[in-house]
């Protein structure tokens, strides 16, 4: 009975048709206010929530000649003493199911973007400017372990990814979050991101349920105290990595992606030429094979950090974009592009994004590139400490706690020519949309020096991954 009122309470809050008496049975409504004046007049007996809406919608939608106004009527009453009783509490549900209904894409995007930028800013100073990660996925991974923490490594798992403290937001960012990536012949992102247990850990069944359902994370075994070794192998087969796995505690977290993608314009594929490389101080420090388009986009000057950025679509439509960001000059401006988008929500960069006047000449160079590391030391200065050591932070997760020994990841992107066939028609300019046309000063883009790069789903402007390339003699 109360999940089938749950039903129909739900149902009259999402539907705003005027025909209620048609979709709710007289009878059940009628139980249902008898129920309710049975709460109101006992408070002992609990309260069916909401109440405040569902009873002002029955009101405002019954037919004046309805018999069940009157029943309903009293119940409304601005006087009733037992009404303004419970009207605290009744504002609290309100507000608490009004809160849920609102749409949570900017938050979620503010918050993946600060986790993104500051593990990104981290990372750098380990990798030398030199790599590139997937902040989205370990953003995942982390929710999920969030959702079994306990009170003291939850806290600093939300503040850390910006999670709401409130559930039914929570679980918007997850629907959020699962919807970004979209595979398809064009782009595709593959990804393998799990949980690996010790075979003599319990996994609860509450926290699998919640991984089961969001998707967020994929669990499994291996016997990583018994036989450490082939455990080792497995998890690095499992990430397609080398590296030394982090086995010192109940579980290893892992992750891996490889993203394929075509352009939307191709790039010159018959015209890939060997060309020198320069570090920040304009030094030549290798040769790169430049692959290059001359393509009208849309690019952006920050004169203040001497930088430019320049969007290339990718896949049918512009459904993801590229941003390309170096300095206009060799002075570690890239940095400093990193450290002025600190703060900043990507959507603001692009909006200093303006169409070039005409079509400009872009090179970029053709890589492969590939990062393995464990992100654990970078989470810790990020302030996520207590989930690898303490046993209460993973308690609901698992008998015994999880207490992953770190987290690895595996990223392999590739940068080449080919875009999607049939080309789209000339002239079609596509991927962000909004921007007014405006002049632009310099008339080309030529990555022959560090520069930056992230992915974003065009529609929602999250990202997706992000690198940084200084070095033409490192994979
Ligand atoms: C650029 O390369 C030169 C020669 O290898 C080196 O001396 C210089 O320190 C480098 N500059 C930067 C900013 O890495």
């Known amino acids: 009975m109360k999940l089938l009122l749950a039903v129909v309470v739900l149902a009259l809050t999402l539907n705003e048709g005027p025909n209620i008496d048609a979709t709710l049975p007289p009878l059940l409504l009628a139980s249902l206010l008898s129920q309710q004046r049975q709460a109101l007049l006992h408070p002992g007996i609990p309260f069916l929530h909401p109440i405040p809406p569902l009873l002002q919608q029955v009101h405002s939608l019954l037919h004046p000649a309805s018999p069940l106004l009157q029943q309903v009527q009293p119940l409304l009453h601005p006087v009733s003493p037992l009404l303004q009783q419970v009207q605290p509490l009744l504002y609290q549900e309100q507000t608490h199911l009004l809160n849920c209904q609102t749409d949570q894409s900017v938050q979620f995007r503010k918050a993946l973007y600060e986790f993104s930028l500051n593990l990104y800013n981290a990372l750098s100073d380990h990798e030398n400017d030199h790599f590139v990660t997937s902040p989205f996925s370990i953003w995942m991974s982390l929710a999920a372990l969030a959702e079994g923490a306990e009170s003291e490594a939850q806290v600093q798992l939300f503040k850390v990814l910006g999670l709401p403290q409130q559930n039914c937001l929570r679980q918007k960012f997850y629907t959020i979050a699962m919807s970004l990536e979209i595979p398809g012949t064009d782009v595709s992102f593959i990804r393998n991101r799990g949980i690996i247990f010790d075979e003599g850990v319990h996994v609860k069944k509450q926290w699998r349920n919640f991984v089961k359902t969001s998707k967020l994370l994929e669990y499994v075994s291996a016997p990583i105290k018994d036989k450490p070794r082939l455990a080792e192998i497995m998890l690095q087969k499992a990430i397609g990595s080398k590296m030394l796995m982090p086995l010192q505690g109940n579980s290893v977290l892992i992750d891996s992606l490889t993203y394929r993608g075509v352009w939307t314009n191709s790039f010159d594929a018959e015209h890939v030429a060997m060309e020198p490389f320069y570090n920040d101080s304009g030094e030549q420090i290798g040769i790169v094979p430049m692959m290059r388009i001359r393509l009208r986009t849309r690019i952006a000057e920050i004169p203040l950090f001497k930088a430019k950025i320049v969007e290339l679509p990718v896949g049918n439509d512009g459904r993801y974009t590229m941003l390309i960001g170096m300095g ?45 590391y464990n992100a654990r030391v970078v989470l810790e200065q990020l302030g996520i400490r207590d989930i690898w050591t303490d046993p209460a932070a993973t308690k609901h997760v698992s008998r015994p706690a999880a207490l992953p020994g770190g987290l690895v990841q595996h990223v392999i992107i590739s940068l080449t020519p080919e875009g999607i066939t049939p080309p789209p028609p000339d002239n079609a300019v596509v991927g962000l949309l909004g921007n007014i046309v405006n002049e632009v000063g310099d008339d080309n883009f030529i990555a022959n020096k560090p520069f930056m790069y992230v992915l974003i789903e065009s529609r929602t402007h999250n990202v997706l991954f992000a690198g940084s390339y200084s070095d033409p003699n490192r994979a």
């Not at 060799?330 to 079509?359: D, F, T, W, Y």
């Open 328 to 372: 206009m000059e060799h002075n570690g401006a890239m940095r400093k592009l990193a450290n002025l988008q600190h703060g900043a929500i990507i959507s603001e960069v692009i909006k200093l994004l303006h169409l070039s006047p005409g079509p400009i000449e872009i090179a970029i160079p053709k890589i492969t590139m590939s990062t393995d």
